[in-house]
Every structure is written in structure tokens, then in C-alpha cells.
């Protein structure tokens, strides 16, 4: 089984019944796995997503660490090495196997995600990005802020109304939460790896963990290897790259999953090899780059959950917070680092 590509094309321009019946089907994958994949969703110019990261990424080391993102409880900006974040730190498994929010300092600690990236966010935000200069990438900055970033806010707008729809709750019940546009965007590179440094279990490309925003927005290149947790089996879904470029996955974040008091659940993902590596005991892993959009809620917004899905059956699981307290101590549990009381 894997997860069907939907076309989105019919949610800016069809009839009220037509955008209905999209949502409706959006939704129901998003029941079933935290997670989507979407074609034809109105991002057209070119996602070439090698040549964009490649030329951050094939900086010197010193130029990326001028960027170097600081490994406190504040949103990311900037660079971080490989093993910088440690996915592992963020979720863990209850008594019935399902994955939550780590709620306390009780993990491993030597797990490494083999990756490096880049985090940013639009030009003006207070949390502001540290650049590399346009002379070392001529008109990356102007790409990435400029056109990017605003087109994948925009999609990501246009899937949280679809789910406004499906769940039958009022348009604007997520969307008008996200007026500040806080939303983060990442370019992340996984180095080549040989197969055989997974088999001690430390190291993975990405660990499985879920995303701390409302929804996360993924485009890969063909390499492969991302895989989202099979619900209803057990084990494991991979997410296989196809032959549309522009082809996007979309995965329930920790936010959304509050302010539903979990009536949506966040899509539990990891970066294992590719599917032709799988059974491998040895060869080497080919570089891979993604690149991933966090669709976050306002930072004072309360993200606790709504009364609507509170009920006799549903009692209220999340305390009220806002969504930066949520993301900062999401954040630090990726660095060991506390967020300021
Ligand atoms: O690169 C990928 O396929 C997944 C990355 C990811 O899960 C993340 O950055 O949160
Ligand atoms: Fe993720």
C-alpha cells in the first residue's frame, strides 16, 4: 500500500461542491495517516531542488558556519551541521505503541540524523535569518524569501482550509490563526552513506519524530528513503518519489493535533535507505535533498484545544498554551535546551 497522489488543482477553481468533495478526500488520508501527497496543487514555477540547496550546501564550511543556527529553544535560523538535531529527543512511544510528545529527559541520547540544513523565514520576522551573502550565492536569498517561501504559504493555507472543510468546522477556524506568517522554510541535504554505518541501529537519516506546526509541506528529489508509519498495519509506509517534480507530501503537525485535541494525529515519519538499498548489507546511500515548509500558527495564539472537540468521550488531553510555547519546548527537546521560563 502507499499513499495516493491526489489532484489539487480543483480546490482554487471548481464549484463549492467540487471544492467540498477535494476536502472531504484531503481529509480522510489525512485520518488515516497524518499525511497526504498532493499534485497539480498550483506551485508551478520550478522546484529544482538540487540546484537551489546545492548551492548552499557546496558553500565552504566556513561560509556555512557564518550562518550557524543557535542550538537553543527559539525557532531555527540558519545552518545546522549534521547531527546538529536530534529527532530522536522529540517523541516516544506509549504503553499502547502510539507516538507522543516527549514529556520528559528519559531518551536515548546517541541516536545521530545524518543531514544537514538550512532554516528560514521571511525577511522582517523577529526571530531574523542569517543570510549567506548574495556574492557567494548570487540571487539565492531573493529565490528562496522572495518566491518560494510566499507560494508554499500559500498552498499551505489553501490544504488547512480544505481541512477547515473536512472537518466541517468554519473556514477560518486554523487559517485565521496564521496572519503573522511565522512559517519556516528548510532546505536539507543527507550526505551519501554507506548502508553498513546504519547497522549498529545509531544512525538514521531522520529518526522518527513528528513536526511541531500545523502542517508540514515536503517536496523530495528521486532519491527516496522517507516513510510514514503505517496506522493500520504496523510497520511502515514508503513514500515513494514519482515522476512529478512538483509533487508534494503534506504531514499533520503537533499544532494541529493539539487545537484538535487529537482528533487529527500527527503523521510519525523517518528517513530510512531507499527502496533498492533496503535489503542491503552493503553500498552506499546517494545523496538526497528535500526541502520542508513548517506551516505555523501565530506565536500568541492559542493553540490548546478547541471546545468543539472536547466531549464526555474526548476529554481534554493538551493544557492552553500558545503555539511558540509549544514550539520552543518542541524545539529544545531537540538541543537539551530548556525554553525561558
Ligand atoms: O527530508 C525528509 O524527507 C524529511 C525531513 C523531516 O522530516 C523534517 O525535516 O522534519
Ligand atoms: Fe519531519
Same mark, same amino acid.
Given at each position: 500500500m502507499s499513499i495516493p497522489a491526489i489532484d489539487f488543482s480543483a480546490f482554487r477553481k471548481s464549484t463549492e461542491q467540487e471544492r467540498r468533495e477535494l476536502a472531504n478526500r484531503v481529509t480522510e488520508e489525512f485520518k488515516k495517516h497524518g499525511a497526504t501527497r498532493l499534485i497539480n496543487?498550483? /506551485?508551478?514555477?520550478?522546484? $529544482?531542488i538540487r540546484e537551489q540547496s546545492d548551492k548552499f550546501f557546496k558553500l565552504s564550511e566556513a561560509e556555512k558556519v557564518a550562518t550557524?543556527?543557535?542550538?537553543?529553544?527559539n525557532p531555527q535560523r540558519g545552518y545546522s551541521h549534521v547531527g546538529?538535531?536530534?529527532?530522536?529527543?522529540?517523541n516516544k512511544r506509549d504503553q499502547k505503541g502510539e507516538f507522543q /510528545?516527549?514529556?520528559?529527559? $528519559?531518551?536515548?541520547?546517541?541516536l545521530i540524523d545524518a543531514k544537514e540544513h538550512f532554516d528560514y523565514t521571511r525577511d522582517?520576522?523577529?526571530?531574523p535569518t542569517p543570510w549567506p551573502s548574495d556574492v557567494s550565492i548570487p540571487g539565492f536569498h531573493d529565490w528562496m524569501e522572495g518566491t518560494f517561501l510566499p507560494d508554499c504559504m500559500r498552498l499551505a493555507r489553501d490544504v488547512l482550509t480544505a481541512i477547515e472543510l473536512g472537518l466541517d468546522v468554519p473556514v477560518g477556524t486554523f487559517t485565521s490563526c496564521m496572519e503573522s506568517r511565522v512559517d519556516e522554510l528548510r532546505i536539507q541535504h543527507y550526505p551519501p552513506l554507506p548502508v553498513e554505518k546504519l547497522k549498529a541501529g545509531k544512525i538514521k537519516r531522520c529518526h522518527p519524530h513528528t513536526d511541531f506546526g500545523f502542517i508540514t509541506l515536503l517536496f523530495q528529489d528521486a532519491t527516496g528513503g522517507l516513510e510514514v508509519e503505517d496506522r493500520a498495519n504496523g510497520g511502515w509506509l514508503p513514500v515513494t518519489p514519482t515522476a512529478d517534480p512538483t509533487e508534494v507530501g503534506v504531514y499533520i503537525g503537533d499544532t494541529l493535533v493539539h487545537k484538535t485535541n487529537g482528533h487529527l494525529r500527527a503523521a510519525v515519519h523517518h528517513v530510512v535507505a531507499p527502496l533498492s538499498l533496503k535489503d542491503r548489507e552493503d553500498g552506499v546511500m546517494p545523496e538526497r535533498f528535500t526541502i520542508a515548509l513548517f506551516a505555523k500558527a501565530d506565536r500568541h495564539a492559542d493553540v490548546g484545544p478547541m471546545p468543539r472537540f472536547i466531549t464526555s468521550e474526548t476529554p481534554q488531553r493538551f493544557p492552553s498554551l500558545t503555539a511558540l510555547e509549544l514550539h520552543n519546548k518542541r524545539v529544545g527537546q531537540l538541543y537539551d535546551a530548556r525554553p525561558k521560563a
Open positions: 496543487h498550483g /506551485i508551478t514555477g520550478e522546484i $529544482d550557524a543556527n543557535v542550538r537553543d529553544a546538529s538535531e536530534a529527532t530522536s529527543k522529540v /510528545i516527549c514529556e520528559d529527559d $528519559d531518551v536515548d541520547q546517541e522582517g520576522d523577529e526571530y
